[in-house]
């Protein structure tokens, strides 16, 4: 199997022809499909299906094309490693970002590393866990700060517990300024920004910490401020990180909203940075993740009261 082969591959996927992808990489048609004739050999699979209109993969032939964006991903490393190594500093950084993670000593050790690598691209893609942890395992992207309920273990990957922040659910509106239980409130409606196919959400976590059925009224919505809006506005519970308590304390104070006491603790959030390999970080990587770390330690003793 030769990269040349599997670049070819990806380049009729891409164009979606062997006529378009010839012409893109400078090729004659018969060149490109003896390439990849000669992969599907190698390989004992079809990766291709030619029709009249057009060329599209066959599952085989797009599990090859995904692995090789990864194997382009690591080339394009090594490159940005040895620029970085002769001096010519340059290059991209990708890091995925679930939106409960966007804390502030992440911005601080963005700015930190702008300051020290003013050339190095940095792109923050705001993004759910597992997208995060999907582009992770295709080198898509170089390492993740994402939000976690309970074990902040990822297989396969290094992970590393950034903060450890306290949780605090509400309901809009007024309600009763006593110590309230699960049981009671799995019967009223429940506003979430977890999805339903996520088995670590938080809803699913509360209802297994306190030995109760989960809620049957669930409003979902992956839109941070439209969940603010609407947690003011629906009589519903919603949960949040004590990072938001800023933007509640107001609603708080109006009325608007009511937070509420439960009569056991609840269950913290973690915000994991995860990435594939140590010694796999380019120099950049390695670079931000340091500053992230002791981002991270410096303001670990500045958690909100709750």
């Not at 599952?59 to 490393?77: H, L, N, S, W």
């Not at 110590?179 to 670590?200: C, F, K």
Request: glycine content about 8%; hydrophobic content about 45%; proline content about 6%.
């Amino acid at each position: 199997m030769k990269f040349n082969q599997l670049k070819s591959l990806a380049a009729v996927a891409k164009a979606g022809s062997i006529q378009r992808a010839a012409s893109e990489m400078h090729l004659s048609q018969p060149a490109l499909s003896k390439s990849i004739r000669e992969l599907e050999r190698q390989l004992g699979v079809p990766l291709l299906i030619r029709g009249a209109g057009g060329t599209s993969l066959t599952p085989y032939g797009a599990i090859v094309a995904k692995r090789f964006c990864a194997i382009q991903k690591e080339v394009d490393k090594v490159h940005e490693e040895i620029d970085w190594l002769r001096g010519e500093l340059g290059g991209r950084l990708l890091i995925g970002l679930s939106p409960p993670a966007a804390d502030s000593f992440v911005a601080g050790s963005v700015a930190s590393f702008h300051r020290l690598q003013p050339s190095i691209e940095v792109q923050l893609l705001e993004q759910r866990p597992a997208h995060i942890i999907e582009g992770l395992r295709n080198g898509l992207l170089d390492f993740g700060i994402l939000h976690q309920y309970g074990d902040a273990k990822i297989a396969d990957f290094h992970t590393l517990t950034l903060r450890s922040l306290n949780m605090l659910i509400a309901i809009g509106g007024a309600y009763p300024a006593t110590p309230v239980s699960m049981e009671e409130l799995r019967h009223e409606g429940w506003l979430t920004s977890d999805l339903a196919d996520d088995p670590d959400g938080y809803t699913g976590l509360l209802a297994r910490h306190f030995n109760v059925p989960p809620p049957a009224r669930v409003v979902r919505c992956t839109s941070i401020a439209l969940c603010l809006e609407l947690a003011r506005n629906l009589r519903m519970i919603s949960h949040w990180a004590e990072t938001a308590l800023p933007f509640l304390a107001a609603h708080f104070r109006a009325g608007t909203m009511t937070r509420l006491e439960l009569d056991k603790p609840l269950p913290k959030m973690n915000i994991v940075l995860a990435y594939r390999d140590e010694d796999l970080l380019s120099p950049a990587a390695a670079l931000f993740v340091r500053l992230l770390r002791n981002a991270a330690d410096t303001s670990a003793g500045d958690n909100l009261p709750l």
